[in-house]
């Protein structure tokens, strides 16, 4: 899955929170939003906010269904909110490999052929 697909794939899922994601979809729509938010932060805070609330949904989407390849329950993304500990637990789970076979969560994703 490249940049641009990821992205589609994302936002086309952005209230999907069932399923999962890869780690190259997830890793690379976090991409989209870094450089994206870092940009619009130095054109205008209003254009900065409007990014942030445009990613919301579709990263707290994302970041389920990573979860989810992991064999990880969503819920986990709670983890988040405790400071510093929190973010490098959740770090720890979105960087490891999905699972080969089916889990609770369904499927494992099928990759894309790269001309779609």
Known sequence: MNFQQAVQTCFRKYVDFSGRASRPEYWWFVL???ILSFVARFIN??????VVLAFLLPLLAAGARRLHDVG???WLLLIG???VVGGLV???FT???SQTES???GPPPQPQPAGV
Do not use: G, M
């Open 32 to 34: 989209a939003y870094v």
């Open 45 to 50: 805070d209003y254009l900065y906010l409007i």
């Open 72 to 74: 990880k329950t969503a």
């Open 81 to 83: 909110l405790v400071p």
């Open 90 to 92: 959740l770090l720890y």
């Open 95 to 97: 960087v490891q490999p």
């Open 103 to 105: 889990n609770a969560y």
